[in-house]
């Protein structure tokens, strides 16, 4: 499965890259930098295609330049929601790559205090979750047979959307019902396991290309859930989020990143088959070039920098406690930005 799993892989940064980084941000735990500096965390996956464009074009660079700020950005890639969060409020970096689900945690932890909130939007995509358990036809045919992959158990956004259609299934007090068959694995492992077959990981709630992979590479994979459908809706699953003292501390860098996401954002929906090569070669990704460009051509695959549909979700972990804080509006857990405006 190594070998498989190698295939699937898209790119992920040596071990002791990722561990000094995130080591001398924790030294410098709640120490201010100067503007012109940004450490940014992404994850697996093409959702996370607008920061492949803006740091392969150079983006933020360029309009720092236009803020009169030379920006020095500085790239770590992390599995799933929970490390996101603990680097995030460790000090090690400053924009966070996750889900909604993680968002809305930390925001709620550091309400009136770190006040993490979201910066933008990575674009809407539906997530799937695949099994390839031939019995599994829907999310009540999981038994203590199956295990089910996602990021982090409880926390991302994958688990929070099982959660919220275990709820729709069987009441709000039976939200949790199939957490005690989920696993964290990171998606390239998950994928690699459906599509291999033969292991107790007989689901995965995954992103693109994940999904896609597992749907092509499997006679037996099929979909389960489309968070479209519990969400009602096209929705933007994965968000940047980052503390309220970043922001005030460096409205130049921060206008500069927000300003390039933007145009990245703008750059995917012009040019999909530019956009498919760039991520291939920056993340050195081994997958089929037409199925990438085939998944970012998918009408239900919008790059937009404002969240949209994303209250649902908070209006659902608030019901249940997962969150203490009643967010009124999705304005509650995100900062206010002329780019972010139509959100919601």
Not at 40 to 58: H, K, P, S
Not at 82 to 87: G, K, M, Q, T, Y
Not at 96 to 119: F, I, S, Y
Request: net charge positive; aromatic share 8%; hydrophobic share 45%.
């Amino acid at each position: 499965m190594s070998l498989l799993r190698s295939r699937l892989f898209s790119a992920r940064w040596p071990r002791g890259v990722v561990a000094l980084t995130l080591a001398a941000g924790m030294a410098a735990t709640g120490a201010a930098h100067a503007e012109g500096k940004i450490r940014i965390a992404e994850q697996f996956g093409v959702v996370y295609l607008l920061l492949n464009v803006a740091r392969d074009q150079q983006l933020i660079e360029k309009h720092g330049k236009q803020q009169g700020v030379d920006v020095k950005v500085e790239w770590t890639q992390l599995s799933g929601g929970a490390a996101v969060n603990d680097a995030l409020l460790s000090g090690a970096i400053d924009i966070a790559g996750a889900g909604v689900g993680p968002l809305l945690t930390v925001w709620d932890r550091t309400h009136g205090k770190q006040n993490v909130k979201g910066v933008a939007s990575l674009g809407n995509f539906p997530y799937y979750l695949v099994s390839n358990n031939p019995k599994v036809k829907t999310i009540a045919d999981f038994t203590d047979k199956d295990r089910i992959a996602l990021p982090a158990v409880s926390v991302s956004v994958q688990s929070r959307v099982l959660q919220l259609a275990a709820a729709k299934q069987w009441g709000d007090k039976a939200f949790n019902r199939l957490d005690k068959w989920t696993v964290a694995v990171p998606h390239p492992d998950a994928a690699a396991a459906i599509i291999a077959g033969g292991t107790e990981i007989s689901g995965h709630f995954g992103n693109p290309p994940f999904q896609e992979q597992e749907l092509a590479g499997n006679p037996n994979a099929r979909i389960v859930l489309n968070s479209y459908d519990v969400l009602g809706g096209p929705s933007s699953a994965t968000v940047l989020y980052a503390t309220e003292k970043f922001r005030n501390d460096n409205p130049k860098t921060y206008r500069a990143f927000v300003d390039a996401l933007a145009e990245a954002a703008r750059f995917a929906t012009a040019n999909p088959e530019a956009a498919a090569d760039l991520y291939i070669r920056v993340n050195k990704a081994r997958i089929d070039r037409a199925l990438l460009v085939k998944i970012l051509k998918n009408p239900q695959v919008q790059f937009k920098v404002a969240p949209q549909n994303t209250f649902a979700l908070a209006e659902f972990m608030h019901r249940v406690g997962a969150i203490r804080n009643q967010p009124k509006s999705w304005q509650d857990y995100f900062f206010q930005d002329p780019v972010t405006a139509q959100g919601s």
